[in-house]
């Protein structure tokens, strides 16, 4: 069951690629943008996504629990 979504900030994103090489599942560059792929994700796939998150250059990630409303960090 899904739990977690990631959301990027596409104003502090610069294209950097470091989530992309980090999490190609999830994450690809548009328009030298990151943009997420999958809506939701599940706890099994919440390891990558954080270290996708702690190595933004520009902090352009955050990951939402869906069922607190919480940002996990």
Do not use: H, W
């Not at 989530?19 to 997420?36: Q, T």
């Amino acid at each position: 069951m899904a739990r977690y979504k990631a959301e990027v900030d596409k104003t502090k994103c610069i294209g950097a690629a470091i989530c992309v090489e980090i999490d190609p599942s999830n994450y690809k560059l548009v328009e030298g943008k990151a943009e997420v792929q999958k809506q939701e994700f599940s706890e099994l796939e919440l390891k990558k996504n954080i270290s996708a998150v702690k190595n933004c250059p520009t902090s352009a990630i955050r990951i939402i629990d869906l069922e607190t409303g919480q940002e996990v960090k």
